[in-house]
């Protein structure tokens, strides 16, 4: 059986930074493509990091440039590090697997068979 478990969420101001975690058990971590996706209040999930097998990285135009996917594949655990960290970025943070995700497919996320059960980050001063 699959696990994911994320970890790292927290309240913080604006301007500041977090880094989240993402543990996998339960199947070949450095075979799949991982990815972040996050549930603003009231709205739907979206895409927020991927990095595929090759290394190749993915980001939202909107957290371009101040978040960064990376991965630990001994340990089976993803990261996302998020700087200068926005009210907007107020959300739920899901991390994500999957073996065979496309790279036209990679920010859909219905493309992954395995989920977190997410962790809330919010962002206010």
């Known amino acids: 059986q699959v696990q994911l478990l994320e970890s790292g969420g927290g309240l913080v101001q604006p301007g500041g930074s977090l880094r989240l975690s993402c543990t996998v058990s339960g199947r070949t971590f450095s075979n799949a493509a991982t990815a972040w996706f996050r549930r603003p209040p009231g709205k739907e999930r979206e895409f927020v990091s991927a990095?595929?097998?090759?290394?190749?990285?993915y980001y939202a135009d909107s957290v371009k440039g101040r978040f960064t996917i990376s991965r630990d594949n001994a340990k089976n655990t993803g990261f996302l590090q998020m700087n200068d960290l926005k009210p907007e970025d107020t959300a739920v943070y899901y991390c994500?697997?999957?073996?065979?995700?496309?790279?036209?497919?990679?920010?859909?996320?219905?493309?992954?068979?395995?989920w977190g059960q997410g962790t809330q980050v919010t962002v206010s001063s």
């Open positions: 990095i595929r097998r090759s290394g190749h990285t």
């Open positions: 994500a697997v999957d073996a065979n995700v496309i790279l036209s497919q990679l920010r859909n996320p219905g493309a992954y068979d395995d």
